[in-house]
């Protein structure tokens, strides 16, 4: 059999290189005469790079940065021929704050100004920056800020960092100084920046946010993408109500109002890891996450390759750290099976102790459920 092994990143637990390398170890220690190859994705959220480091031949340039509290931590970009790969969530992501830190009215994206000046720097035409699991709701504030376009209020000071401070800025105390280059915002999150499918409304609470903190932020990201209209050339007029511009906190539209555009995480993912090619071949892919739920199938990589396998007809199998998604919305997004670790190592203790090794067996039992059936 040739199998095509393609997850997204266990959240919490392993990257996407990881899950895919143990399932693969699985499935071989079956069946060591099948073909079986990795290709580890990523919709742009935590990963991204490294995903992408395992796919392409470029030079890793490291990158002194801060996380959304201001605390140094390590950062890096991706170079392979003219363009320049970024992860926000290196800088502002949600991992990298404690639960009991957690306040999206404060924290900033400042640290993805020094990353994005850095891949600007290195001479590329385009740059292409993975947007999610953010820990901030600024739009992009604070990542502007660091290109010297420091957000002001009507007195001319400059604002603290986070969204919340953004309902009382008026104006930016000048362009981001930025060399020009193409900008790509990667993500498969299509919310707007505000209203109630906005950054806030929906991704707030996940970041600590109370249901006021959502209001005040809604509010002070209208504000701002009003400021950011008003002061930049390059941003287009609806930038608060274009799909995309509520990822990763507002990144979206701050990318946008840079003049750049918004592609899809997993599209860009599949086309540079060779993922179509891999499945042209295939006669099993098994794909998966941390957790298979409703947003599974909203966009997410599950559900884009699923999507691709059924319309190879080929069967796709889901691995996941839990699955909370019923057999008939799985089958009608192209899902054969879905098996859970929590359920196969029979408690969450088990599947979080050990998720490599969780996935090992379950691609080992896999091995021999499909095999009789390629048999049969």
Not at 92 to 98: I, T, W
Not at 347 to 361: C, F, I, T, W, Y
Request: proline residues 6%; negative net charge; aromatic residues 2%.
């Amino acid at each position: 059999m040739r199998i095509v092994v393609c997850p997204d990143k266990f959240a919490g637990t392993l990257s996407a290189v990881d899950a895919a390398a143990a399932i693969a170890e699985g499935w071989l220690s079956a069946r060591p005469d099948d073909a079986v190859e990795t290709r580890p994705l990523s919709d742009g959220g935590p990963g991204f790079l490294e995903v992408l480091g395992a796919a392409l031949d470029g030079r890793t340039l490291p990158v002194s940065t801060v996380d959304p509290l201001g605390r140094p931590v390590p950062g890096s970009v991706l170079v392979a021929g003219d363009t320049a790969y970024l992860e926000s969530a290196q800088a502002c992501g949600l991992h990298l704050v404690p639960p009991d830190e957690r306040n999206p009215g404060t924290a900033t994206s400042y640290g993805l100004g020094p990353l994005l000046a850095t891949a600007a720097e290195a001479g590329v035409r385009r740059i292409v920056v993975g947007l999610g699991g953010s820990a901030t709701t600024d739009c992009g504030a604070g990542m502007l800020a660091a290109l010297g376009a420091v957000p002001l209020d009507e007195a001319g000071y400059a604002l603290p960092y986070g969204g919340a401070a953004l309902i009382a800025c008026a104006a930016l105390a000048g362009p981001p100084r930025l060399r020009p280059v193409d900008l790509v915002a990667a993500t498969d999150v299509d919310n707007p920046l505000v209203g109630l499918h906005g950054a806030a409304n929906v991704f707030g609470p996940q970041k600590g946010a109370t249901r006021e903190d959502v209001l005040l932020l809604d509010a002070a990201l209208a504000r701002f993408a009003a400021v950011l209209t008003a002061s930049l050339d390059s941003c287009p007029p609806d930038v608060a109500a274009l799909p995309g511009g509520g990822a990763a906190g507002g990144l979206g539209a701050a990318l946008l109002a840079l003049g750049g555009r918004c592609e899809s995480g997993i599209g860009l993912v599949r086309t540079l890891s060779g993922l179509d090619a891999a499945l042209d071949r295939a006669d099993l892919v098994i794909t998966g996450e941390g957790s298979f739920d409703e947003q599974s199938l909203r966009g997410k990589v599950v559900a884009g390759v699923a999507a691709a396998a059924r319309d190879r007809a080929v069967p796709c199998v889901v691995v996941a750290g839990r699955v909370e998604v019923g057999r008939r919305e799985a089958a009608a997004a192209g899902v054969a099976e879905a098996h859970s670790l929590v359920e196969h190592l029979g408690s969450v203790e088990a599947a979080l102790a050990d998720p490599a090794r969780g996935l090992r067996s379950l691609g080992a039992r896999l091995a021999g459920q499909w095999g009789r059936s390629a048999l049969s």
